[in-house]
């Protein structure tokens, strides 16, 4: 049984290599035809004279050639045509079972959340239900025990970006032709100083021509976002990029989309506002989720005080590190691409739960330690080794997904918190931002994207009764919940017979039941639990009532210098927050 | 591995001047031309012999970028040694250095040894004199090295004078207080200015080394 198709398989292979080789050998005849003792290749333009100068018979014989030429080459484009749509619809096939898949897992009542048909790249963004639900199938794929297929990361990275230039109404063909422009200003000749020196000095990038692209890229961001220019740490992240995306423009596009849509504001600029916030995050989150390492940690730290006078926090150096690349430095290249996977389809709490599942996956060895000096040799250790071994991959994972649900509760208001104390701090004089005053109100919302997706549009059955179901994984809320506005108004509307916040039913306990059922299948291995409540409402929006934007637009300037269109200019975060949080609205 | 004392030794200065061209000449003998560029801190230990006593080094390699120094000069507290380096072929390094200076005075405890180091000797195209380096070093109370993180010239004495000169001070402390000074403790009469509870809670005020018992 098993014998057919196989040597049916090879039968073909042998037809298509020895089809290839027909092709090829005639097209080498055609190209080495020397007239007049000149060798012109079929690829060359022949010039009148050429022709002029041939004798007829030549011409004939020529013509003849050309024709059988063309013949064949046609009759091979109609063949590749042919298997082009069987692909095609090998892929559309592959589409519906992932869908039913996802969908017969998804939900029993009505048709489940589901309404598209699976696709690799995201569909319009526009389209709102089609998006979401893309989003939701990814997530769910991405909770597998392999993650996403890595023939898929540039399509969905590119497509992801695409979607958000789109959506901010940024014309790219317009734009980015100024931005690799290799004609240096004044400004450029500073920002060019500071990038050279960081060429030579990124892992991955060997070749010169590869630190050429590197630089030009790396320049074209700091045109574009002249507020923040060059920071160090940009090249490990865009030559991560320019491995996965190839070509310049589309690296560059993926970088933007990544720093100004993912990441949390000022990651890089001002100095590292976001992340100094983020450090006092995590130190609070450690608390709750690696409560062992983190008192451990703090003991040390107490005792080498006692003794010493002065010890910084201990891990402050290394989520510093972990953050400013996000994790590029530090982890094999083959999970960085993993864990980058999950920051841009399920935000920047990726980056967060990546740090605890370190600490947590560590803490046997973490909590074994007896002094800071031996912690630092530690860490050393782990970050020079730069092996597998060190980080296992599953548990990792496996870590960041079910260590809480998602999004992340209290990481909002956390942010709010820590936010406005770091401000306080702030010494960079002269920065247009600070001028206008605009730093110092709060954001409003410091993760637009991942409240996009844990909001999705309503629907009418599946799911339809808990819209919120309040605090269930722990009684270590550290603070209030945002008051999710957004679901408040959406619950009157659609859920008219619940009176009571708490639903009935326990939704996580269904999506759980689900899930496992959806790993059994698809893994054939232990029961996970880990992807949890990937079609999830959210137990706290992060989404916020936004302010109007007086967020300055750090492109604004650039684009009155590029002459791009008024309306264009208008892109900010804001807007698109609006913008998608309003979609959820209606 | 056991040691006596524990010095911490922070390594500051601009961007490509070869700070961790230095450490790794320090602390693993080698020049590596592919190193990658410290992104926040990185660390190193090396211990040596100071008149019989076993001294670790810890070092702290911190980045020259100017926008993480709202995080990292946070780190430099507590250090007792500091290797301030600049590119002798490049003078813009060496202007900094006055900058780099007051962050320590800033954030480092104020008695902090401080050695300052002009690095790539070895290239011919040298734009800062001794002369001119030394003058500064002298003025501001610091000692003077010049190294070749590429030839090996200069690292290790420079460190060495940095221990050793850390390690004067807390002997003679440490001769002082003898005996009316817990061992472990030592230099309770050094000014140490206070900037945390955390310090001002502790009666041992000495915030640079420790002898382990």
Partial sequence: ?586 | MSYDYLFKIVLVGDCGVGKTQIRNRYTLDEFNPQSKSTIGVEFAFKTVNIDGNEVKGQIWDTSGEERYRAITSAYYRGSVGAVLVYDVTKPKTFEALENWASQLRQYADENIVVCVVGNKIDLPTREVSTAEAERFARGNGFFYMETSALDGTGVESAFRQVMKKIFEIVDSRQQARKKTVRAGSIGKTRSIKLTDADDVAEPSKFSSCCKQM
């Fill in chain 1, 1 to 586: 049984m098993d014998k057919i198709p196989t040597q049916s398989k090879k039968e073909q292979e042998l037809l298509e290599d020895l089809l290839s080789d027909i092709y090829h050998s005639h097209n080498r005849n055609l190209r080495d035809k020397v007239i007049e003792g000149k060798l012109i290749s079929i690829d060359d333009d022949y010039s009148h004279a050429d022709l002029l100068r041939m004798e007829t018979q030549e011409l004939d014989s020529f013509r003849a050639d050309l024709d059988d030429n063309i013949s064949k080459l046609s009759s091979k484009l109609v063949r590749l045509t042919l298997k082009q749509n069987g692909i095609k619809d090998d892929i559309a096939q592959n589409c519906q079972v992932v869908s039913a898949i996802i969908q017969a897992f998804s939900s029993k009542k009505s048709k489940g959340p589901l309404q598209s048909t699976f696709s690799v790249e995201p569909p319009l963004v526009s389209d709102k239900v089609a998006f979401n639900d893309w989003l939701l199938s990814h997530r769910a794929l991405l909770r597998m025990e392999v993650g996403l297929p890595n023939s898929w990361r540039k399509k969905i990275w590119l497509g992801l970006a695409e979607e958000y230039f789109e959506e901010v109404g940024l014309d790219r063909k317009q734009l980015f032709p100024s931005l690799f422009n290799s004609t240096l200003t004044d400004d450029d000749k500073h920002l060019d100083y500071q990038i050279v020196k960081d060429l030579h000095r990124t892992a991955n990038i060997g070749s010169t021509h590869d630190q050429q692209r590197l630089k030009r890229i790396l320049l074209a961001y700091a045109r574009y976002n002249p507020e923040c220019g060059y920071c160090q740490g940009f090249n490990v992240i865009v030559a991560l990029i320019m491995e996965v995306m190839e070509t310049e423009w589309d690296t560059l596009q993926v970088f933007i989309f990544m720093l100004h849509a993912v990441l949390p504001p000022e990651y890089h600029s001002h100095n590292l506002e976001g992340i100094q916030t983020d450090l006092k995050v995590l130190a609070d989150l450690m608390k709750t989720f690696t409560p062992k390492v983190n008192s451990h940690l703090i003991n040390l730290r107490e005792s080498s005080i006692r003794e010493n006078g002065h010890e910084p926090p201990l891990a402050s150096p290394y989520m510093m590190q972990w953050l400013l690349t996000a994790f590029g430095t530090f982890l094999p290249k083959k999970i960085v691409y993993r864990l980058w996977d999950g920051l841009l389809l399920d935000g920047n709490e990726i980056l967060i739960r990546g740090i605890l599942a370190i600490w947590k996956t560590k803490e046997e060895d973490l909590i074994a330690i007896e002094s800071t000096d031996m912690f630092y040799q530690f860490m050393s250790r782990m970050v020079n080794s730069n092996n597998e071994d060190f980080i296992c991959e599953k548990d990792f994972f496996k870590t960041i997904y079910s260590i809480t649900a998602f999004p992340m509760k209290n990481l909002f208001s956390l942010r709010k918190k820590h936010r406005s104390g770091t401000l306080v701090q702030k010494s960079v004089p002269n920065s247009p931002i600070e001028k206008q005053g605009e730093i110092r109100k709060p954001k409003s919302s410091f993760s637009w994207w991942p409240s996009f997706g844990y909001a999705p549009v309503p629907r009418s059955t599946s799911f339809s009764t808990p819209l919120h179901s309040p605090d269930i994984d722990s009684g270590k809320d550290l603070e209030e919940k945002p008051k999710p506005k957004i679901w408040e108004q959406k619950r009157s509307k659609s859920t008219t017979s619940i009176k009571d916040e708490r639903p009935s039913v326990n939704p996580r306990d269904l999506e759980k039941q689900e899930i496992d059922k959806l790993f059994k299948n698809f893994n054939n291995a232990r029961k996970p639990k880990i992807g949890i409540n990937f079609f999830s409402r959210p137990s706290s929006s992060p989404i916020q009532p936004i302010e109007k934007p007086s967020v300055f637009n750090h492109l604004y300037q650039r684009h009155q210098k590029l002459s791009v269109k008024a309306q264009q200019s208008s892109f900010n975060r804001t807007k698109f927050t609006e913008l998608l949080s309003s979609s959820d609205t209606e």
